[in-house]
């Protein structure tokens, strides 16, 4: 074989690399523009449920003014015919104002009804496309990496290595350098397991979704039911940790590897340790955010923010356009307006972990002055604290303008959560 050959076949190596990076893209342009779709359709419909809620409002308000009419009428003690008059004017007024606000009842509940569509739709479209990419992202990986190594033999067998094959590199998401052609998985494993773990969490994963398509009833939202809502049941958290293995691939990765180590005797111990130093931040952040988000129109996570000295940091999640007032707690800084915004840090970590993280705190919640609310909240872990240590650290967190929250389960129910979800995955493995 001539030197000639070698070249074209390492060209035709990469044009094979640029293939897959090319229909990767094309697949993700296709997915944002199917998702800008359902967002923009979701958006419609919040607006007129916002609009529809007003109107129903403006009803209800009109009707108990002809009702307020139509009875100062009805106790006048002597009737002229101009009173009669006025008297029917008004019982007519007041059944028309009834109708209507029937009517604008019937419309809001409507409009609810379309939001919550809405909103399942765009979630399941968003899961689908996710968990596309995900199988897309680790096939192509493995192809390249095939491709590679397939270059690399090339190389040796015309006896030079290609180096600008060697060169080329997708970029893969955090932790996808693990599916390589060494630790082969390929799609139709993935798809089983994912098929998998769905039949060993049903139950857990029909609670989840249940509660995550809570609508409130309240006209302001207040610490009791804040609290409710971000600290579900056990079986709501495992089906929460199942969705998130299905929908996200940062935490599938992390679990498969916990599923791998488990598989050892010896290494069982240490994936518990690092369960609880990963994977319960996870589930204490995605409690808040899915507990929280029927409260706001518009729920964004890890906002990137720039810092004074060229640095940044990110807010764990921003809850915009508030669909209610809501209430946090005691004292100045603890509410916010319908429409307006909240910025929240999530400390998912014991005593120690808490104290610790005072300075990183304090880095955070600077860039929460554009939100009229900024909060961190953190697990019940904080209660256990002394009463001085307690009170140094609120007060530490409220000398940055921020306010310091214990809401989310103890550490070690979260942690024990999730290892009842590690072991029973183990089920989908084996």
């Known amino acids: 074989m001539t030197l000639g050959a070698n070249v074209k076949e390492t060209a035709a190596l990469r044009d094979a690399v640029h293939n897959l990076q090319q229909m990767a893209s094309m697949m993700e342009e296709a997915c944002q523009k199917e998702l800008a779709k359902a967002d923009k359709l979701k958006k419609e419909t919040q607006n007129e449920e916002r609009n529809s809620h007003k109107m129903l409002k403006s009803a209800q308000s009109a009707e108990k003014a002809a009702k307020v009419t139509r009875d100062s009428l ?23 104002a009834v109708e209507h606000r029937k009517l604008m009842e019937l419309r809001y509940k409507a409009a609810k009804v379309c939001v919550h569509l809405a909103q399942a739709m765009y979630t ?4 689908a496309c996710m968990a596309q990419k995900t199988k897309y992202e680790a096939t192509n990986i493995k192809g390249i990496a095939r491709i590679n190594m397939a270059g690399g033999d090339l190389g040796v067998y015309h006896g030079e290595i290609a180096p600008e094959l060697t060169k080329v590199s997708i970029h893969p998401q955090e ?27 049903g139950a857990e994963l029909l609670a989840y979704e249940k509660w995550r398509s809570y609508q409130t009833n309240s006209q302001v939202a207040y610490p009791p039911e804040i609290i409710e809502r971000i600290n579900p049941g056990d079986d709501v958290q495992v089906g929460l940790l ?10 599938r990765l992390q679990v498969d590897e916990l599923l791998r180590m488990m598989e ?19 589930l ?14 518009e729920v964004n996570v890890q906002v990137h923010c720039n810092l004074t000295d060229g640095r940044y940091t990110k807010i764990d999640m921003a809850m915009e356009n508030l669909r209610l007032p809501m209430v946090f707690g005691r004292g100045e800084g603890m509410g916010a307006r319908e429409g ?15 104290k610790a993280q005072k300075e990183h705190i304090a880095t955070q919640v600077s860039v929460h002055k554009a939100y009229d609310v900024s909060l961190v909240i953190c697990t019940r872990d904080i209660h256990d604290m002394n009463g001085n240590q307690e009170k140094n650290l609120r007060d530490d967190v409220r000398d940055a303008d921020s306010r310091l929250l214990g809401m989310l389960p103890h550490k070690a129910r979260i942690d024990g959560v999730v290892w009842n979800f590690l072991e029973r995955s183990e089920q989908s493995v084996n």
């Open 264 to 282: 050892k005797p010896d290494k069982r111990e240490k994936a518990r340790i690092k369960s609880r130093k990963n994977m319960a931040g996870h």
């Open 124 to 127: 399941k479209l968003s899961a």
């Open 74 to 96: 009805r106790v006048t003690s002597f009737f002229t015919p101009g009173l009669i008059a006025a008297l029917k004017a008004a019982e007519a007024a007041f059944k028309v």
């Open 284 to 297: 204490g952040e995605a409690m808040i955010r899915d507990g929280l988000s029927p409260f706001a129109n």
């Open 175 to 201: 932790h996808h350098d693990k599916i390589t052609a060494d630790n082969p998985k390929n799609k139709e494993d993935e798809k089983k397991q994912v098929l998998d773990m769905q039949n060993v969490f």
């Open 242 to 251: 199942a969705h998130l293995y299905v929908t996200d691939a940062r935490v």
């Open 340 to 354: 307006g915004n909240v910025a929240i840090e999530v400390k998912t970590g014991q005593i120690a972990y808490l």
